[in-house]
């Protein structure tokens, strides 16, 4: 995926492709938005952030994935998204874009950084050949789901999981 960085409201912030330094403050913005009936017990040692490491790495290596880290003018970790692009032969073999994991910091909700993360996301996934974007929301995250649909997303698909126990 070719992903450039971009200027969000003004300057004021910078989405840019996050580094392997970044993993734990994005790792702690969004635990802090998990719904508390959704925690993963953390994996116990001396490194809890492997785990997370070990995905960055993957999603790091992987051209069709795209971790963002927005900064604010501080350089602090302000927001967090993650694009993969999916080439599919459903709708006339469209490619999606899935938009996974978006989280603002709570002291910078509902002053329009959100709503600039989706719009830069929707443009890189237009300037990367998706015809479609789509997303999953945790049903418990009603506030989400209404931002989701301030920014044109319908609700129109019922998502299933199932999570599989570690091998032993």
């Known amino acids: 995926m070719e992903i450039h960085p971009a200027a969000l409201l003004g300057g004021s912030y910078r989405v840019r492709r996050a580094e392997r330094d970044d993993v734990a403050p994005i790792v702690r913005l969004l635990l802090a938005d998990m719904p508390a009936s959704d925690a993963v017990a953390g994996t116990p040692g001396a490194n809890p952030l492997a785990p997370y490491l070990r995905a960055y790495a993957a999603i790091a290596a992987d051209p069709a994935n795209f971790l963002a880290a927005v900064e604010d003018s501080a350089g602090k970790i302000a927001g967090t998204l993650q694009l993969t692009l999916i080439p599919c032969l459903a709708?006339?073999?469209a490619t999606r874009l899935q938009v996974e994991a978006v989280h603002v910091r709570a002291d910078l909700r509902s002053n329009g950084l959100g709503a600039a993360m989706m719009d830069w996301a929707v443009a890189e996934g237009r300037r990367n050949g998706a015809t479609l974007?789509?997303?999953?929301?945790n049903a418990r995250r009603e506030s989400a789901h209404r931002f989701y649909q301030r920014q044109g997303f319908d609700a129109s698909h019922i998502g299933f999981k199932r999570v599989l126990p570690p091998l032993p």
């Open 133 to 137: 974007v789509q997303l999953t929301s």
């Open 91 to 93: 709708l006339g073999a």
